[in-house]
């Protein structure tokens, strides 16, 4: 018995299926030609195919099958207005390549410089699907330019990836090394430690006087300390002093080279278990984004352990803080640029906007962050870090009755400027393919 399914109802079927977006082009005796399409898939490794679907009433269709080549160009989030240029959702446009960088591929297709990732076929075989026409590719070239997330279709609509939030956090404090009453401060470095917050200590004679290593994972065991070096021999040295973390500063200037030499002295000095932190100073300052992602990929290249992005000290203008949006944007690039190396934030509570980047930053995919107990330092504070975790099921290492001891012990020793009143103590935390435009 044949099923009969009203057209609407199968649109709107496939429209709850999210699917990535690409333009697909061709080149041949008419020029070039391109359409934003989703009906993509990839089909076999070896050899490597792929394929795409197109109407058979479209005039690209027709220009597949004359010339016999087609590329695929992956869009990525900022594709937005390219994706509806081709799909023809822009009045007045008489040539859709007068936008983007293109280039002849292998085949002669088009191919973007900047997209997220592009294959470049010739059709291997033709199959009839009802009023579409499958054109299977056998791949001869592909490119991954860059680094970024993809632009998405779902339900009629254009979008980008979720943002769900991390099951917990992971803090390393700073603060306490350059404390003035760093003598005294000794138990609250213990305490954090044995917390699972990594504490810098001041020498690397200090060591690590609980026997901890650092804890990556941020699993409630003792985290360790980190020492901070100027240079590649210090840190070699460092490591040898057996500190179990070794930090460096580098500036966000895209060469890289001397802070990817430090990584590999350590890394080769005999030391496996120490991990390396380079921190790219200014790293959120507006119109460093480009240099501190080519910093970043540098040290992930040279096998980097640990990543630190800052934001500078606050400047006579207001803009010299990181802001919501600025920093989306970089650790939308930033995040799967350093793959499994973990990105941490130093924010600082610049104009009160300190709690809204730290959730920008895990809404983002950072799951690492640098606090100061009681806001020591002009760096976000621990106890507010702590609480906004709490309030949203996200775990982090202190919970509630010894954060409250530990902040009124660092408000004792530390001095901090005049504030307003204590927040709350923090709670427990809790445990379609889209139709293609013609």
């Known amino acids: 018995m044949t099923t009969v399914i009203d057209e609407s109802t199968f649109r709107q079927v496939l429209s709850r299926w999210p699917s990535g977006v ?13 359409m934003t399409a989703s009906s993509f898939s990839s089909v076999s490794l070896a050899p490597p195919l792929v394929l795409v679907c197109l109407d058979r009433d479209i005039r690209s269709h027709d220009l597949l099958i004359r010339n016999g080549v087609f590329a695929v160009n992956v869009l990525g989030r900022d594709h937005l207005a390219l994706g509806r240029r081709f799909a023809g959702m822009e009045a007045g446009v008489t040539d859709r390549f007068a936008a983007g960088d293109w280039l002849p591929g292998a085949t002669g297709s088009p191919v973007l410089t900047d997209s997220a990732a592009w294959v470049d076929c ?106 901070h070096v100027a240079d590649s021999a210090a840190a070699v040295a460092a490591a040898a002093a057996g500190s179990p973390a070794v930090e460096f500063t580098v500036a966000p200037d895209g060469d890289g080279a001397a802070a990817a030499a430090t990584v590999r002295a350590v890394r080769s000095s005999g030391h496996p278990h120490t991990l390396v932190v380079a921190r790219i100073r200014d790293a959120l300052r507006p119109g460093l984004a480009r240099g501190c992602l080519l910093t970043v990929q540098r040290l992930t290249a040279a096998g980097c352990g640990e990543i630190v992005l800052e934001e500078p000290a606050e400047g006579p203008d207001e803009a010299d803080g990181a802001s919501p949006l600025a920093l989306r944007r970089l650790l939308q690039d930033a995040v799967p640029e350093a793959g499994a190396v973990p990105l941490r934030l130093a924010l600082r509570d610049h104009h009160g906007l300190g709690l809204v980047n ?17 806001g020591h330092g002009g760096a976000l504070a621990t106890e507010q870090l702590v ?37 709350p103590s923090p709670a427990p935390a809790a445990a379609s393919r889209a139709p293609e435009p013609q």
């Open 387 to 423: 609480l906004l975790c709490s309030r949203m099921g996200v775990a982090a290492p202190l919970d509630g009755a010894a954060l409250r001891a530990l902040r009124a012990e660092a408000r004792a020793l530390l001095p901090q400027p005049a504030a307003g009143p204590p927040p």
């Open 122 to 227: 010739r059709v291997r075989h033709r199959y009839p699907g009802g009023d579409h026409t499958i054109f299977l590719g056998e791949v001869v070239a592909a490119g991954v330019p860059r680094i970024t997330s993809p632009l998405l279709f779902h339900s009629r609509s254009w979008g980008q990836l979720a943002d769900p939030l991390p099951d917990r956090v992971d803090l390393a404090d700073t603060g306490l090394a350059g404390a003035a009453a760093a003598p005294h401060t000794a138990r609250l470095a213990r305490a954090l430690r044995l917390a699972g917050v990594r504490v810098r200590t001041a020498r690397p004679a200090d060591g690590d006087p609980d026997g901890a290593r650092t804890d990556r994972a941020g699993s409630g065991s003792p985290a360790g300390s980190s020492v």
């Open 358 to 374: 730290a959730l920008t930053g895990m809404k983002s995919g950072v799951r690492c962050f640098e606090t100061s107990l009681a």
């Open 22 to 34: 690409g333009i697909v082009t061709t080149a041949g005796a008419d020029g070039w030609h391109g």
